[in-house]
């Protein structure tokens, strides 16, 4: 039982999740009030941490925890995403929250959720949704924060969250590696930023999560390609991609990717554990949300829905051992030089990854319109640089670009990324062209060469397909030699009958 109010925030949830985030805030001498359903939680996680900078106090009940924290409350709100956040907020405001207090969703909520909550709870409380990235980890020494809400609100928030984000060194643009307990990094450009009002801040770390499967897929290709063209054990793989690590594509990804390929399996020292992990990969949704919003919009994020594909195609394993057995792929067998292979496969993936995020900040563009936001791509990319999942030297080049034209259509159309292509573009087609040949699967590197090739291409082959539309279903077409949105529709196949022009939509006709 709290008893004085003393707390700055409350925190309900402590799950892996939780319980690092509380102790990153304590150690930026924060008070932290703390409850769980399970009291035994709750009682454990303070008897393991008498000692923090800020303090910590457990709360046996929610309102406990109401009364423990200074107003307006701030209470963090680390559940499983879901029913469960709306359990969680009905059960503060039944125990008294207050008009101006805020509650702060930090699960990966969907956006849509977010925005309903601001709406439903107005009258009661602020409801405020923050992205948080980075692990556990990250959620101890510090994460990426995407928050999204009441600009109003967030002042009350951004002491604390500047305080606890990972923090950029000003002069490289690169994340300062992570803290001691009880010694955290306080000098630097905080992981955090405003993202928008009501769900804008999940929306974000949604992108991050779909820039992450693609991000994690395209790894996983370049591994799979140099390993079958040229056969190449985990540990000789491991090097390479070490060595990557200290170019362009420094990130955390390549760098965990490094070290997973060295590792051996604990159960038998011959072997590496890699090799014994099942190739099926799962998922929670968010790389399906962001699909799913691109379709919705209408925008071409091929390569992160491809990845999201790859995830499900890869969790057929029965089916695929079956088809194993009876499909046949080509006999192909690379007879050129290894490193001019692996630089190759080096730059397919750089300009692969360009096109990802291009994707990626192309989605948040549209939904700009679709939701009434007004994004800071610079700040975005610059709260990416450290603490996050998809941390990489490469946001800064992103910072840079939208810094630079703030209205940038299209990453691809930057100077230094443009530049990275048409450098690249050589060496990603020859990698694309071996998969094909060798018969490797390589979705994420064909996909987003596809949308690179599609993307620079004033003439697709759509007049076709609009022609096909107009023929069996009478759903008119444009024509190059008239203004945009005049309709024309013909009685196909007709030598003899006249083009009929259509009413606009809309029109009074
Ligand atoms: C992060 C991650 C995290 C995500 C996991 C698992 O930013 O810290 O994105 O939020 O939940 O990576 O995601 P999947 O289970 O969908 O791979």
Known sequence: MAEQTQADIGLIGLAVMGENLALNIADHGFNVAVYNRTTQVMKNFIAANPDTPGGLIGCESVADLLAAVKKPRKIIVLVKAGAAVDTVAQQLIGAGLEKDDLIIDCGNSQWTDTIRREKDYSRQCRFFGSGVSGGEVGARFGPSLMPGGDAQAWRHLEPIWKAIAAKVDPGTGKAIETAKPGQPVKDGIPCTAYIGENGAGHYV???????????????????????????????????????????????????????????????????????????????????????????????????????????????????RIEAAKHLAGPRYTYSGDRDELINAVHDALYCSKICAYAQGFQLMRAAEGEYHWKFDFASIAGIWRGGCIIRARFLQKITDAYTRAPGLVNLLLDPYFKEQLHKGQSHWRTVVALAAQAGLAAPAFMSALAYYDGYRSAQLPANLLQAQRDYFGAHTYERTDEPRGALFHLDWPAPDRPEIAMPAPGSAV
């Open 205 to 319: 770390k949604m992108i991050h999560n779909g820039i992450e499967y693609i991000d994690m897929q395209l790894i996983s290709e370049a591994y799979f390609l140099m390993r079958n063209l040229l056969s190449l054990q985990p540990d000789e793989l491991s090097p390479i991609f070490a060595r990557w690590n200290q170019g362009d594509l420094d990130s955390y990804l390549i760098e965990i990717t490094a070290d997973i390929l060295k590792q051996r399996d604990p159960r038998d020292a011959d072997s590496f554990l890699v090799d014994r992990v099942l190739d099926t990969a799962q998922q929670k949704g968010t790389g399906k949300w962001t699909s799913i919003n691109a379709l919705d919009m209408g925008i071409p994020a091929n390569a992160i829905a491809e990845a999201v594909f790859a995830r499900c195609l890869s969790a057929l394993k029965d089916e």
